[in-house]
């Protein structure tokens, strides 16, 4: 018999900011709770602290990777299912990653819905059920203005963990079912795009399979940056809820020179297009 669990813990390894959002977002999606890691180090002090029911590790992040994170966990002794995210195809990796009693090899890039399938295949197999029991599934439906709490509550933890400012996003379908999240994160101030609406659409428009998002609406905790505006323009959505202005902040848009459009080498260029 299965084991039913209030909360189901997934800890989420990787060391590239947007690829561990990603992630994060396909998981929590479908009612799991999840922790976060940048390295192989990092991972073993979240199990150290915390009941972690299946972890999804990246293979190749720096200082530590996956494969010395699962030398940990095997000498420990402790029982966590481990599931090494590679772009790395080579039978020596799956040999030896075999000898760590690793779950699962899964290929670059991830397949949501493979993803999800692995997560519940491994759980059922551990003898858990693989739906979460203390957590809203992917299939509840809020009003917008619960989902504007959830949003604030996201915003508000990002800056308590001191992982970013107060800015995230949700995406829903026209009747309040959440499709995807996203928060901003110190590493952004690096990545031009990787902006808390911009995080929520790049997942919906991933797991739905189109970039069409005009049935979506799109909830963010402050109004969004003049990236999100013209990506929410783009994929079509037609209602936006947010919770404070610039005015209300006083922290202004950021203003830049406007670009100059030079056309250059029309007809070589123009040949691309030709179908003839």
């Keep these: 018999m299965m084991k039913n669990k209030p909360f189901i813990s997934i800890l989420i390894a990787e060391d590239n900011d947007i690829s561990r959002q990603l992630l994060k977002s396909i998981v929590e999606t479908h009612g799991y709770r999840t922790f976060e890691a940048i390295d192989g180090q990092s991972a073993a002090d979240v199990v150290d602290e915390h009941e972690i029911d299946l972890a999804l590790v990246d293979v190749n992040m720096s200082p530590a990777g996956g494969l010395e994170f699962a030398k940990h966990i095997m000498a420990e002794g402790l029982k966590i299912p ?4 590679t772009a790395d195809e080579s039978a020596d990796l799956l040999t030896y990653a075999n000898s760590l009693n690793v779950a699962m090899l899964m290929q670059k890039p991830v397949d949501p819905a493979r ?8 759980l059922k197999r551990n003898g ?8 809203e599934g992917h299939e509840t439906s809020f009003k917008p203005e619960e989902i504007m709490e959830k949003v604030i509550e996201m915003a508000s933890a990002n800056v308590r963990d001191n992982k970013g400012g107060p800015y995230a996003a949700i995406v829903t379908d026209q009747g309040g079912k959440i499709l995807g999240r996203g928060t901003n994160r110190h590493a952004a101030r690096y990545d031009p795009v990787a902006h808390a609406e911009v995080m929520a659409i790049r997942q919906v428009a991933e797991k739905l399979g189109r970039s069409d998002l005009s049935d979506c609406i799109v909830y963010c905790s402050s109004y969004p940056t003049k990236i ?9 959505v037609r209602s936006v809820y947010y919770g404070v202005s610039p005015e209300d902040t006083g922290i202004a848009l950021k203003q830049t020179e406007q670009a100059e459009f030079k056309q250059l080498c029309k007809d070589q260029a123009l ?3 030709n179908k003839d």
């Design 82 to 85: 481990i599931v090494l995210v």
């Design 115 to 122: 993803l999800i399938k692995t997560i519940q295949h491994i």
């Design 128 to 135: 858990i059920n693989p739906e979460p029991m203390g957590v």
């Design 228 to 236: 999100g505006a013209a990506l929410i323009e783009s994929v079509g």
């Design 271 to 273: 040949t691309l297009f």
